[in-house]
């Protein structure tokens, strides 16, 4: 078996279930999630409809790593990249030292932690990826079933913070407008759909 850690937001998430399945159709082997914090268990929600979705219990994690939880371990492997180089050979893999599967001497027993947000791991399999998750609701508005659909997402909360503002970039109204004008001219009618944490901090142009 092997474990991905899941962790951060959903789409955080969806990009580690796409690296766990591919990771488990490279190794030909089942996989399974480990999260350290209940806040990180929203895509395992049965309401999103996904498929074969499992999270390794204490059996599991001592079976696989040795340890019931990893946590305090984990925590240590971050912050200490000659450690994190050690526990390579423990089978514990860190996304900035994982060299791909090639080089893999045992199938079973692995541990990953990262976000894994890489198109190469999930375009192989997108069909599947696909597959793995459906809605449980249906569409009341026929408007948004048009083929002329355009979203668009704003993200404000955590972003705008004082720390986060100096990590994160944030796009004003020249740029939404500019995005906006030039979808106009790309597609006739477009409908626009807006995706938003915050709509108290949206643009001036997405308000409107």
Known sequence: MIIVELKGGLGNQFFQY???KHASLKLQTPFSFYSSTKNDLSLANKSLGCKNFSFANKNQMKNTLGYQSIDRLRKLIIANN???KIMLKKN???EHNFNGFSNFNNLDN???IGHWQNYD???PIKNEINNS???NCKITDESLLSKNLVSIHFRGGDYLTKKNSKIYYQLGDEYYLNAINYIKNKISNPKFVIFSDDFESMP???RN
Do not use: G
Request: glycine share 0%; hydrophobic share 75%; aromatic share 34%.
């Open 18 to 20: 796409a690296f766990a």
């Open 121 to 123: 791991y999930l375009k």
């Open 110 to 112: 692995l541990f990953f």
């Open 133 to 135: 998750f459906i809605l």
């Open 204 to 206: 001036n142009s997405l």
């Open 92 to 94: 514990i893999f860190l």
């Open 82 to 84: 000659f450690l994190s």
